[in-house]
């Protein structure tokens, strides 16, 4: 699966919602632009992240997910957050910008706003707001960045360190989004990013949240969308012959599910669908799931991929094996029943 997005870029400007709208995220294909992607960020700093490889877990629940049914989970080594990160156009009328989160031990993440004043546009000097974020042991829980109280640095971003010549940056004591806006000349564009695992304790997200009341998008994360396909020889076969049949799973960017398993599956004469009983493979094979059948008529078979949590099901196309029917066999020469005539 595709590894996290990096939590810190240019800013770039994002047109406006207009109302309460909901995308639905397949595993960690997130849509194209800066609305929505994945954050990896330090817990301190958010340039400074430790090296570690990120391992998303995609499954049902727990419990009832906030959206959907499924939710993405991560397992970190601690140090790290990995959660939303969301660039939008105006700070100030960003009033919604959270997720819910599900940790069985509690969880400990932080929260970062980014901001970017007036006097500073065209430059990469960006403030980065911090605050800590804690999720209490239990069921989902909600998690809004967008009323919290900041602790404010200000960095360049294509320097990627804290700005100014001390060491330590240009830093302010606390204070919310819309007293900081006004302290340092008013709305402009920016970002937040939401994320967990700094005390290296699992969790489970779902639902991000972005916009304003009347103009929120929401994040449903789910597994995988998969396609199955189904292959055989062309031509018709005689009542007796075996023919194999080939199947295989891919997900929305082509490359295959891991694990797939494929039950096979006959069209009945009123176009139901009914299982073939012991007529299932997994796709471990490099050559892919096959399975040989001898049908006694023409029948239609398709694959079906099973939804399990990682994945949703899918069915392959119909796939028609021809049987032609058999010839009657040729018997004796036909005798006549006449009676013989003499003749005198």
């Known amino acids: 699966m595709a590894g996290a997005g990096v939590a810190v870029a240019a800013l770039l400007p994002l047109a406006p919602a207009h109302a309460d709208s909901t995308v639905v995220v397949h595993g960690l ?51 790290n957050a990995i959660g939303s990160l969301h660039y939008v156009d105006s700070m100030a009328a960003t009033t919604v910008a959270g997720l819910s ?27 980065f707001g911090r605050a800590d974020l804690a999720a209490a042991p239990g069921g989902w829980q909600r998690v809004e960045a967008a009323g919290l109280t900041y602790t404010w640095t200000k960095f360049d971003m294509l320097a990627q360190k804290e700005a100014g010549e001390k060491e330590a940056g240009e830093q302010q004591d606390a204070a919310a989004i819309p007293a900081f806006l006004a302290a340092h000349g008013g709305d402009g564009p920016g970002f937040f990013t939401i994320g967990f695992g700094c005390d290296g304790r699992p969790f489970n997200m779902d639902a991000w949240q972005v916009g304003s009341p009347g103009a929120v998008t929401t ?5 995988l969308t998969t396609s199955t396909s189904i292959s055989g020889p062309d031509g018709a076969i005689d009542v007796g012959d075996s023919v194999t049949l080939r199947g295989s799973v891919t997900d929305s960017s082509c490359a295959p599910v891991p694990g797939a398993r494929l039950v096979l599956e006959t069209q009945g004469p009123n176009g139901g669908w009914s299982f073939v009983d012991g007529a299932s493979v997994d796709t471990s094979s490099g050559d892919g799931p096959t399975l040989a059948v001898a049908p006694e008529s023409t029948t239609t078979y398709r694959w079906h991929f099973v939804d399990r949590p990682l994945a949703e099901g899918s069915v392959s196309a119909p796939f028609t094996v021809q049987v032609r029917e058999p010839r009657p066999s040729e018997g004796p020469a036909p005798t006549s029943t006449a009676p013989e005539r003499r003749h005198r």
């Open 101 to 127: 989160v599900t940790a069985p031990e509690g969880a400990s993440g932080v929260a970062y706003a980014g901001y970017q004043e007036p006097a500073d546009r065209g430059t990469g000097l960006v403030w």
């Open 29 to 79: 294909a997130f849509p194209s632009g800066r609305a929505a992607q994945l954050s990896f960020v330090g817990c301190q700093n958010p340039y400074d992240r430790a090296d570690e490889a990120l391992e998303p877990y995609i499954g049902i629940g727990p419990g009832q997910a906030p959206a959907g049914q499924r939710s993405l989970g991560y397992d970190l080594a601690g140090g």
């Open 219 to 223: 994040y449903d994360l789910e597994g």
